[in-house]
């Protein structure tokens, strides 16, 4: 059974795709950016703030199917900038205790700015 996942507790897509998408057991988050889903405007700031902001978004999404951070196997991780990434892993590593597998990459740029997107695959 394929299925989209769609709640107003993360942010609205900002493109042609959905928010998250379950197949069978599977569930693929879209990349999370630190949008606040009750004004659907990006928060700005430093890292720990957009940090914080998107493991939220992505719990409202691991929420709205049925898991949760621990049922997380995958995550694709962008970062604008590696001089962020201590900070970043320890804020990080709270959420994602079961430590999935992960890819942290520097890239050039982020939609709105962002400075920290991640993207999720989580399996039941």
């Known amino acids: 059974m394929n299925k989209i996942i769609s709640t107003e507790k993360a942010p609205k897509a900002i493109g042609p795709y959905s928010q998250a998408y379950l197949v069978e057991n599977t569930l693929y988050c879209s990349g999370q950016i630190a949008i606040n889903p009750e004004t659907n405007v990006f928060i700005g700031g430093f890292i720990e703030e957009q940090t914080v902001q998107v493991l939220k978004n992505i719990s409202a999404l691991l929420s709205a199917a049925g898991y949760t951070f621990k049922d997380v196997v995958k995550t694709t991780c962008y970062l604008a900038d590696m ?3 201590a900070v970043f892993n320890s804020i990080y590593e709270e959420a994602f205790v079961s430590k999935p597998a992960r890819s942290c990459v520097a890239v050039k740029e982020l939609p709105k700015g962002a400075l920290v997107e ?7």
């Open 83 to 85: 001089k962020d990434f």
């Open 118 to 124: 991640i993207e999720v695959i989580a399996v039941k």
